[in-house]
């Protein structure tokens, strides 16, 4: 995520300043997304997830995935697909566009709500109400730049969901749960047995 987002300033800075020293940083910032042998790139049988932050196994969290292609989509459009460096930026976004497409739906709750992640937490990770909203906004404007049926069918079932108040107090107690079984907080983890790592 901090490389796309990164990229994305950096492609902004450039276009804004005309300073081909920022063009040069995108393109670098964007390295560690189209290397083979990244730890922040998990190969999939759907393909390629762009993780947030690694970690064994993968956590796949979907909003960092999608910023993180932004940067690739935006290296992408600042080069123009010319050179090398465009061409992988393009490359790499449509093949991460490509494995979102297919592994959308497993960001789907089934409790009427979006997941934060995929790792295999002893309770799922459902999306806060923030995170939720900001997955549908992400998946609307990723269809934007790359229209496809299951990004626009995602964002407007996820929208369906936080308008039911049954959906999201369900939503809220499963977040609260989660907090139970995993918590943020040391202190509490020490006082939970079952969260002490």
């Given amino acids: 995520m901090a490389q796309g987002q990164a990229a994305s300033v950096f492609v902004r800075a450039a276009l804004t300043l005309g300073d081909e020293g920022f063009a040069e940083a995108a393109e670098r910032a964007i390295r560690p997304l189209t290397a083979g042998d990244s730890s922040v790139v998990a190969r999939t049988p759907e393909g390629p997830v762009l993780q947030e932050y690694p970690?064994?196994?993968?956590?796949?969290?979907?909003?960092?995935?999608?910023?993180?292609?932004?940067?690739l989509y935006d290296v992408a459009?600042?080069?123009?697909?010319?050179?090398?460096?465009?061409?992988?930026?393009?490359?790499?976004?449509?093949?991460?566009?490509?494995?979102?497409v297919r592994r959308v739906d497993l960001y789907d709750a089934g409790l009427g709500w979006?997941?934060?992640?995929?790792?295999?937490?002893?309770?799922?990770?459902?999306?806060?109400?923030?995170?939720?909203?900001?997955h549908v906004l992400q998946l609307e404007a990723t269809n934007t730049l790359a229209p496809r049926p299951a990004l626009s069918d995602?964002?407007?079932?996820?929208?369906?969901?936080?308008?039911?108040?049954?959906?999201?107090?369900?939503?809220?107690?499963?977040?609260?749960?989660?907090?139970?079984?995993?918590?943020?907080?040391?202190?509490?983890?020490?006082l939970l047995p079952w969260a002490r790592r």
């Fill in 154 to 190: 995602a964002a407007a079932r996820f929208a369906a969901y936080a308008e039911s108040p049954v959906k999201r107090a369900r939503a809220f107690t499963a977040k609260a749960l989660f907090r139970v079984a995993v918590p943020r907080s040391r202190r509490m983890a020490t």
């Fill in 77 to 100: 459009a600042l080069i123009n697909g010319a050179g090398p460096s465009g061409r992988e930026a393009r490359r790499a976004f449509l093949e991460g566009t490509a494995a979102l």
């Fill in 55 to 71: 970690t064994r196994p993968p956590s796949h969290v979907l909003n960092g995935w999608i910023f993180a292609l932004w940067g």
């Fill in 114 to 134: 979006s997941r934060y992640d995929l790792y295999p937490h002893p309770v799922v990770n459902v999306a806060s109400t923030a995170y939720h909203a900001l």
